[in-house]
């Protein structure tokens, strides 16, 4: 008979306790949280739920921690766009399009 | 462009507000030495964040003159209450998202294929992350943040635009649900899966493979 390794059990057995345990939610509910929890919007009590469930489910320790350094690289793409970069260079006629048509 | 909340707010020193003031009074009395710098100093800026919208220079070109033209129109109802910057970074963004809106859209890929797995017991699906890069080691490399620019492209408009507004041009959910005449709940629900379908996307970066 094959043995089942510790992994493949640890799953369901977290699933169960995210399920059954009072204060704990599952990785699907965490889902909904993390755009507020980023945000600061969590009340107190939600607030300890959701980081009750970071301690104890690593996948979402990790997912989150991946999650926010994607917010990360994006806003320091934009950052990176308008100083490495340099800001684009405006055409000569542009401006004089905008100015010209303040006087029509 | 990211906007500190002392500054949208409004509660700059009063020296650089009078002095907001003092060219928008300028501006209203038709001074073209006045309007001249005032395009100079704020195109450029404006001309790209147009483009990190619309990723089209002509159309962002268009918006940036369309957007001066409502500047100068309405440059008597500037109070004073927030920069001039930000006040003109609000029509240039309002500016883009009509021509967002009147563009024939694409029809929409779903995401569906790029939003986070479950098992059976609502488990997440997700393989470990020995390594996560740092953010400014991904932005420091030019080919690295050419790729993530080309990701963001890849979502879906209603998607990308959301994420642009609120992580890149850094307006509040309130203020996004405004600007597209969405409620909250939707934004926040927006938000999440374009963050989550972009994380999706940039893994082989951010484990570093692609490095």
Redesign the interface.
């Known amino acids: 008979m094959k043995r089942l390794g510790f992994w493949k059990v640890m799953?369901?057995f977290?699933?169960?306790m995210?399920?059954y345990m009072p204060l704990m939610i599952?990785?699907?509910?965490?889902?909904d949280f993390?755009?507020?929890y980023l945000?600061g919007n969590l009340s107190s009590k939600q607030k300890l739920v959701f980081e009750m469930h970071i301690k104890v489910?690593?996948?979402?320790r990790?997912?989150l921690?991946?999650?926010k350094?994607?917010?990360?690289?994006?806003?320091?793409?934009?950052?990176?766009?308008?100083q490495s970069e340099g800001?684009?260079?405006?055409?000569e006629d542009?401006?004089k399009?905008?100015?010209a048509?303040?006087k029509l | 462009?990211?906007f500190s909340q002392s500054e949208t707010q409004g509660d700059r020193g009063g020296e650089a507000f009078s002095s907001d003031m003092e060219i928008a009074i300028l501006l209203g009395q038709g001074c073209?030495k006045t309007?001249?710098n005032f395009?100079?100093q704020h195109?450029?800026?404006m001309?790209?964040v147009a483009?990190?919208i619309l990723g089209n220079d002509a159309s962002a070109?268009d918006s940036?003159?369309e957007a001066?033209?409502d500047a100068?129109t309405n440059i008597g109802r500037f109070e004073g209450r927030s920069t001039l910057k930000t006040w003109l970074h609000r029509i240039v963004v309002n500016r883009c998202l009509m021509v967002l809106r009147s563009a024939k859209r694409k029809a929409e890929e779903q995401l569906d294929e790029l939003m986070?797995q479950?098992?059976?017991?609502?488990?997440?699906?997700?393989e470990?992350?020995p390594q996560?890069?740092p953010?400014?080691e991904?932005?420091e490399q030019k080919q690295l943040?050419t790729m993530?620019?080309g990701m963001?492209d890849k979502l879906p408009e209603s998607f990308r635009i959301v994420?642009l507004l609120r992580?890149?041009?850094g307006y509040s959910?309130k203020e996004v649900a405004s600007q597209l005449e969405l409620s909250e709940s939707n934004v926040?629900v927006r938000?999440?899966r374009a963050?989550?379908a972009?994380?999706h996307l940039?893994?082989p970066?951010?484990r570093g493979h692609m490095s």
């Not at chain 1, 489910?57 to 979402?60: I, L, S």
Request: proline content about 5%; charged content about 30%; hydrophobic content about 45%.
């Open positions: 799953p369901s977290s699933g169960m995210m399920r599952t990785c699907r509910q965490f889902e993390i755009v507020d945000e489910c690593r996948k979402c990790e997912y921690a991946a999650y350094r994607t917010v990360d690289v994006v806003e320091q793409t934009a950052v990176g766009d308008d800001l684009p260079d405006v055409p542009l401006v399009a905008i100015l048509a303040r | 462009m990211k073209d309007a001249e395009v100079r195109s450029p800026w001309l790209a483009r990190r070109q940036v003159q001066f033209a100068f986070p479950f098992d059976g017991h609502n488990c997440r699906i997700e470990p992350w996560l890069l953010a400014d991904i932005c943040s993530v620019r963001i994420l992580d890149i041009e959910t926040k938000l999440h963050r989550a972009l994380k940039l893994e970066v951010l």
